[in-house]
Every structure is written in C-alpha cells, then in structure tokens.
C-alpha cells in the first residue's frame, strides 16, 4: 500500500510543479494520511534518519534553513519540510519526496518546522525525536489558537512523554518557553537566547507572557530584548532565568534582534550534532534567506525585500530592522485569509508610534483590509495618498516598483497569504 502511495505522491508533487501550480508540498500527504493513518510510523521505522523538530510562532522556517544549510556544507543529507507545510500533511509529503519507492529514506537529517498547534499531534505519530527546538510564543492567530497559554499549556503536557534519545533546545529570554524546560525527565536540555547592553527596562504594549506560569506572579525584568523577551525574574517563586545560556552565533547572516535568535537557535543545534565551530561559521557565510524571510529579489532592475510579517512581534521588528537600514519605501500588506488569521485586530497593537521615521518613508498600503490599515495609520497621524493605496495587489506593486529609485530597496512587509501572493507576482511562479 505504502509504495502506491509514494509512488501516487510523487508523480502529483511532479505534475504539480510541471503545471506551475505549486511545490505540491501537502496534497500528497494528505492524501496518504487519508488512506494509512501510520503512514508516518510506517516511513520512519524503515529509515535511521535523525529528525530535528522546530517549533515556535515566529522564526521556524528561517531556524530551520539555518540548520540545513550547516549541516549540508559539512557533509550531512539533509530534507525539510519544503514551503511551510507545517501540519501533518506537510510531513507526510516531505517523507513521500524524499524516500525511495520502498519507503525508506536514505539522508542523515529530517528537519521539520511544526505549526504551533500541531506539535502535541506530530510529537503522537514520530515519538522521541533527536532535536526539539522551540523559539518563542507569541499571539498569533488568535481566532484559530486561541492565546499562547493554552498553546504553552499543551506543548508541556505533550514535553513531558519524552524521554533521554531526545535534546531539548529552548529559548531562554521567553519565560514561557524556558519554563518547559521546568517538566521533562530525563532529557537533555540546553539554553539560547541573545544578550544585548542597554536595553529597555520597560514591556512592550505588545508583549504577550509577563506572569510567571510556575505560580501566577508578575514577572520582573532587568532587560527587555522586545515583546516580552528578556532577562526576567519572578519575584515571588524565584524562577528566573537559565543561566548556562549560548549567546553568541559567530556570524549573524541575517539583519534584526530576532534573526539572532533563530541564528542561537541553529548554532547551537549544530554544536549538540558535534559540528565544530569554524564549519559552522563557513557554512553561515554562505547562507541565503528563504522565500519571504528578508528575501531579496531582483525584479526590473529594482531591488525588492520581503520581510513576513503576520503578529504584532514580528511586525514591529521586521520595521524596527527596515528602519535601522534606513528604508525609504514601503508597502505593506494585510490579508486575513485563513493562513493569516481572519481576526486583524492585532494591528492596534502595532507600535506604530513609536516609530518617528515612519513619516519620512513613502508608504503604500494594499490587501484584503487595506482599509482598516490606512485607519489605523490615521490614528498615528499618518495619512496616505489615495494613490498610494491599492485594492488590487497586481496594480500596487508595480506602481510601486516604478516609483522607486534604482539606488534605493522597495521593502515589503506582507502576512502571509499575502506573501505567497506577492512574491507570485514578482517572481511568476507559486510556492504553494
């Protein structure tokens, strides 16, 4: 049965991408899944493959590529799941694209990003695997997860069945992610996080987890990196902070606080696989983005940069980093759709005013609310042309293309259907 469906998957992941219709990354698994339940047990009891979970709201895919590409310049084979097929389905497709029709699967790595509400599911079908890396919970979603407690609340319950074949990786500076590291019995657990001097002692109106969730208390904090990220203490219980955390990647291929996480994040994975670290830092100056993370693409002659935002979080650092490149030209772009969330109600909590040079940059707006985001930029006293606002994405984007300098980089800052459409736009092709 097995080899039918591998051989079925393969030939619509193929056509798929003949036809330009996508990477077919999920229909094949899904449509294994429907027929063999196992069909992911099936696979990885055949295979000595090492699989390498990330999980987290923000940062998967980038954390992810980071991985690979080390692992891959220092001679190991390596798949991930291709294009943000982060649900079951999109593991079950990786799985059929990289195993031979006997269903065995002939690499060294599996590198899987897991959607936020998929890790207890995916932890049911693989068991004990070799990495988890877990980077942050922000609000996200908020319609279809609910807030990040209750996310926090079943990656614990679903932590605490590991046992010692599995490495914990967890994001120190995130109270609620450190805390999982508070249960699990017998497993090796290990810190990242960043260290910057001089930050704000004040939380952010966006942060999302500032009580303790060993004892309810309100968490104190010496340094705040952004949202509620830090180092952080609770007076009352006295949890704090890991102190044996790794800090220092020794590159940093990518611009923003938060891409050093996620190059922690990888670094330090690499260590616990036993790669040393001058190949890590050959591999990293070699890294490229992947699709939407601080992509650059050369389209007309024009330099164009996608940075994906779709929470406050990842809003306010993707504009805090374009402001520090002292971007001159933006378009933004808001969707609800169902990958983006159909709630927007987020963008208020957007720190808007807080950024003095926004009114200095020539800012186009379009998606699917493009409405309530030229209102909500009225509230900051920043009015955009008519012109400058676009119903139809298509128009927009090369309206804006034209106007920009060729000395100068078009930044966009998209959710994410609205990414996957834009970048389609630019490039002809779909990734989906």
């Known amino acids: 049965m097995n080899i039918f469906l591998i051989l079925l998957g393969k030939t619509l992941s193929k056509a798929s991408n003949l036809l330009n219709?996508?990477?077919?990354?999920?229909?094949?698994?899904?449509?294994?899944?429907?027929?063999?339940r196992n069909f992911i047990k099936d696979i990885l009891k055949k295979s000595k493959v090492k699989i390498i979970l990330i999980a987290g709201t923000n940062g998967k895919t980038t954390t992810g590529k980071l991985i690979q590409t080390i692992l891959e310049k220092n001679g190991k084979k390596v798949f991930q799941n291709a294009a943000g097929?982060?649900?079951?389905?999109?593991?079950?497709?990786?799985?059929?694209?990289?195993?031979?029709?006997?269903?065995?699967?002939?690499?060294?790595?599996?590198?899987?990003?897991?959607?936020?509400?998929?890790?207890?599911?995916?932890l049911n079908?693989?068991?004990?695997?070799?990495?988890?890396?877990?980077?942050?919970?922000?609000?996200?979603?908020?319609?279809?997860?609910?807030?990040?407690?209750?996310?926090?609340?079943?990656?614990?319950?679903?932590?605490?069945?590991?046992?010692?074949?599995?490495?914990?990786?967890?994001?120190?500076?995130?109270?609620?992610?450190?805390?999982?590291?508070?249960?699990?019995?017998?497993?090796?657990?290990?810190?990242?996080?960043?260290?910057?001097?001089?930050?704000?002692?004040g939380i952010q109106h966006a942060s999302d987890s500032t009580?303790?969730?060993?004892?309810?208390?309100?968490?104190?904090?010496?340094?705040?990196?952004?949202?509620?990220?830090?180092?952080?203490?609770?007076?009352?219980?006295?949890?704090k902070h890991p102190k044996n955390t790794f800090t220092l990647s020794p590159i940093y291929p990518l611009s923003g606080d938060y891409n050093k996480y996620n190059a922690n994040a990888a670094v330090l994975t690499a260590l616990q696989i036993g790669i040393d670290k001058k190949n890590i830092t050959s591999a990293l100056l070699e890294f490229k983005p992947a699709f939407g993370r601080q992509e650059i693409l050369n389209v007309y002659g024009k330099k164009v940069q996608i940075f994906l935002s779709k929470n406050p979080t990842s809003f306010n650092e993707s504009l805090k980093t374009i402001v520090d490149l002292n971007g001159k030209n933006l378009l933004i772009i808001l969707n609800n759709?169902?990958?983006?969330?159909?709630?927007?109600?987020?963008?208020?909590?957007?720190?808007?005013?807080?950024?003095?040079?926004l009114k200095k940059m020539k800012l186009y707006l379009a998606g699917d609310r493009v409405y309530d985001l030229a209102l909500r930029l009225k509230y900051r006293e920043v009015l955009i042309p008519e012109k400058q606002i676009g119903e139809k994405l298509k128009d927009i984007v090369f309206d804006v293309l034209i106007s920009t300098p060729k000395n100068e980089v078009l930044y966009i800052l998209p959710t994410y259907s609205a990414m996957l459409e834009v970048r389609k736009i630019l490039t002809g092709r779909s990734i989906l």
């Not at 079950?92 to 959607?115: C, H, Q, V």
């Not at 759709?337 to 040079?357: L, T, Y």
Request: charged share 20%; glycine share 8%; proline share 3%.
């Open 21 to 36: 219709f996508g990477s077919g990354s999920t229909w094949p698994g899904h449509i294994a899944l429907s027929i063999n």
């Open 211 to 239: 009580y303790c969730l060993n004892c309810g208390n309100k968490l104190t904090y010496s340094q705040v990196y952004f949202s509620h990220l830090g180092d952080w203490i609770c007076s009352s219980c006295k949890l």
């Open 337 to 357: 759709r169902i990958p983006d969330g159909q709630d927007v109600s987020w963008i208020w909590d957007i720190d808007f005013e807080h950024i003095a040079h």
């Open 125 to 201: 079908e693989i068991g004990n695997p070799d990495f988890i890396v877990i980077l942050n919970l922000f609000r996200d979603q908020l319609d279809r997860y609910g807030e990040v407690n209750t996310i926090a609340k079943k990656w614990s319950e679903s932590l605490r069945k590991l046992n010692s074949k599995t490495t914990l990786l967890l994001n120190a500076d995130d109270p609620q992610i450190a805390y999982l590291g508070l249960h699990p019995k017998g497993v090796d657990i290990k810190y990242f996080g960043i260290n910057l001097a001089n930050r704000t002692n």
């Open 85 to 122: 097929a982060n649900l079951l389905n999109g593991i079950a497709s990786s799985l059929i694209l990289n195993s031979n029709l006997n269903g065995k699967i002939n690499k060294d790595f599996a590198i899987f990003e897991i959607d936020e509400n998929a890790l207890p599911l995916i």
